[in-house]
């Protein structure tokens, strides 16, 4: 598929995507980043083609606290305003991410991302019960139909380069042919005594029997330049830390960044690099495997302040 700016790639289950007329709500998750900028200007270009009302678009920002780049959270609001969408904020009860990752004493990783599932696909699925809970107040029968929108580019890791760019988010409690097939599979497989295949197990997506729920990636296939291209198209505010050399808006400091990207993070927030620092010696878990937020301290105060961020992530 190389229209509108896409690359050519050998993606996995790229089709024609969604009816998006079909969903009685369309969840855009903005990040205040670049990929979700570009995100928001393909769905709202597309919505309207589809004749989907603005009102049915629902732009979420999972909120992290002091973990993000500072006005990250207005700025994600400014974006949602300019095409006049409803803008909703959400964030795990409790702490915010830096002090959770010392109540629980260790930090994420590629193989154990507790601070998306607790941060963000855990909030984002209590609105989608909001948003349900409207909709059947608003006279809606039967389930609710959800497609759940991200800016997840295939370039960005080989993990998200397997993502397919359109998936029913199936579960054990969808009632969906597919999801019943699959409960099927387990339940045989269970009676024989034998492993599940993987591929065939029900999922632990965010459909259930009050919604069916559809995730989209409709920029999987672009690359950085074709992001940059719709943004300067769109009128969008980016983010400061991008002219500041940060390649990406995720987290300050994450344990998927590149450490090039983690040496201009600690140069540009200091204070929170050191708080990162403290964290560390207090529950005696590094930052990352190969490397420590103490060394990434000493080697920020030792680059140049032109050091690049490349834009590399694990993730």
């Given at each position: 598929?190389?229209?509108?700016?896409?690359?050519?790639?050998?993606?996995?289950?790229?089709?024609?995507?969604?009816?998006?007329?079909?969903?009685?709500?369309?969840?855009?998750?903005?990040?205040?980043?670049?990929?979700?900028?570009?995100?928001?200007?393909?769905?709202?270009?597309?919505?309207?083609?589809?004749?989907?009302?603005?009102?049915?678009?629902?732009?979420?920002?999972?909120?992290?606290?002091?973990?993000?780049?500072?006005?990250?959270?207005?700025?994600?609001?400014?974006?949602?305003?300019?095409?006049g969408?409803?803008?909703?904020?959400?964030s795990?009860?409790?702490?915010?991410?830096?002090?959770?990752?010392?109540?629980?004493?260790?930090?994420?990783?590629?193989?154990?991302?507790?601070?998306t599932?607790?941060?963000?696909?855990?909030?984002v699925?209590?609105l989608?019960?909001?948003?349900?809970?409207?909709?059947?107040?608003?006279?809606?029968?039967?389930?609710?139909?959800?497609?759940?929108?991200?800016?997840?580019?295939?370039?960005?890791?080989?993990?998200?380069?397997?993502?397919?760019?359109?998936?029913?988010?199936?579960?054990?409690?969808?009632?969906?042919?597919?999801?019943?097939?699959?409960?099927?599979?387990?339940?045989?497989?269970?009676?024989?005594?034998?492993?599940?295949?993987?591929?065939?197990?029900?999922?632990?997506g965010?459909?259930?029997?009050l919604?069916?729920?559809?995730?989209?990636?409709?920029?999987?296939?672009?690359?950085?330049?074709?992001?940059?291209?719709?943004?300067?198209?769109?009128?969008?505010?980016?983010?400061?830390?991008?002219?500041?050399?940060?390649?990406?808006?995720?987290?300050?400091?994450?344990?998927?960044?590149?450490?090039?990207?983690?040496?201009?993070?600690?140069?540009?927030?200091?204070?929170l690099?050191?708080?990162?620092?403290?964290?560390?010696?207090?529950?005696?878990?590094?930052?990352?495997?190969?490397?420590?937020?103490?060394?990434?301290?000493?080697?920020?105060?030792?680059?140049?302040?032109?050091?690049?961020?490349?834009?590399?992530?694990?993730?």
């Open positions: 598929m190389t229209s509108r700016g896409q690359m050519s790639l050998e993606l996995p289950g790229v089709d024609d995507g969604p009816e998006l007329a079909s969903y009685r709500w369309i969840l855009a998750n903005i990040s205040g980043g670049k990929d979700s900028m570009a995100m928001l200007d393909e769905l709202a270009r597309q919505a309207d083609a589809a004749g989907v009302p603005r009102d049915r678009i629902v732009c979420v920002h999972a909120d992290l606290g002091r973990a993000e780049w500072e006005g990250t959270r207005e700025l994600a609001a400014e974006h949602a305003a300019t095409y969408l409803r803008f909703e904020v959400v795990r009860t409790g702490l915010d991410l830096v002090d959770r990752i010392e109540e629980r004493g260790m930090f994420p990783d590629a193989s154990n991302r507790w601070c599932s607790d941060f963000k696909r855990g909030p699925r209590r989608m019960t909001v948003l349900v809970r409207e909709a059947e107040e608003a006279g809606h029968l039967g389930r609710v139909r959800i497609l759940n929108v991200m800016g997840l580019r295939a370039d960005e890791s080989p993990a998200r380069r397997r993502l397919r760019v359109f998936s029913h988010d199936g579960a054990l409690t969808c009632p969906c042919r597919d999801c019943l097939l699959r409960r099927a599979a387990l339940e045989s497989a269970e009676r024989r005594g034998v492993p599940c295949p993987k591929h065939k197990k029900p999922g632990h965010a459909s259930n029997t919604r069916h729920v559809d995730t989209w990636h409709p920029v999987h296939s672009w690359s950085t330049a074709d992001v940059w291209a719709a943004i300067a198209r769109s009128g969008l505010r980016p983010h400061p830390a991008y002219a500041d050399g940060m390649p990406r808006l995720s987290c300050s400091f994450c344990v998927l960044a590149s450490r090039p990207a983690l040496v201009r993070a600690a140069q540009l927030r200091p204070e690099a050191a708080e990162y620092a403290a964290i560390e010696e207090k529950i005696g878990h590094r930052f990352k495997n190969d490397v420590s937020m103490k060394e990434i301290i000493a080697e920020a105060a030792d680059a140049s302040s032109e050091v690049t961020a490349i834009p590399c992530w694990t993730g």
